[in-house]
């Protein structure tokens, strides 16, 4: 079921109103598929992957598959972008760099992101992963995004 713009919009809206974002991460295919979810706790926002055996890369370890690692960092900071800054539209990726920092183990993963800069056209974005312990991230990432 394919939804108007105009349904995408009261979606985004009513997530900002409430606070709620699952509905909009629904929105998003890839997010949906790894299974993302969102919690906003005030001023802060927390993302989550659920440990799954869709996302594991290396089934010896077994670990998560680096890709569906930088591809929940780069969907966090998406959303988070659009979280503070009360967007209506979604930012457009423009570059994305992430560094790995240890393997990201067949557990729940966790990140949270930092707003560096954010003008009228860009914004850019600090992302950290990790499962056990923040002080222990399994990888930093950093995006920037075009803002309309």
């Not at 349904?7 to 993302?36: C, F, K, N, W």
């Amino acid at each position: 079921m394919s939804l108007s713009e105009q349904q995408v919009q009261q979606i985004i809206t009513r997530s900002h109103e409430t606070g709620d974002y699952s509905a909009l991460v629904e929105l998003i295919p890839y997010a949906r598929m790894i299974g993302m979810q969102v919690t906003r706790l005030g001023n802060e926002a927390f993302f989550t992957l659920p440990r799954q055996d869709i996302n594991i890369g290396n089934p010896v370890l077994p670990a998560l598959h680096g890709g569906v690692i930088a591809g929940f960092m780069e969907q966090s900071a998406m959303l988070h972008l659009m979280m503070f800054m009360n967007s209506e539209v979604f930012p457009k990726i423009i570059d994305f760099s992430v560094d790995y920092l240890r393997a990201g183990l067949y557990r729940d993963t966790y990140a949270t992101c930092q707003v560096w800069r954010q003008g009228r056209r860009v914004g850019n974005v600090a992302i950290t992963a990790w499962q056990t312990h923040s002080s222990e991230p399994i990888a930093t990432a950093r995006a920037h995004f075009k803002l309309d």
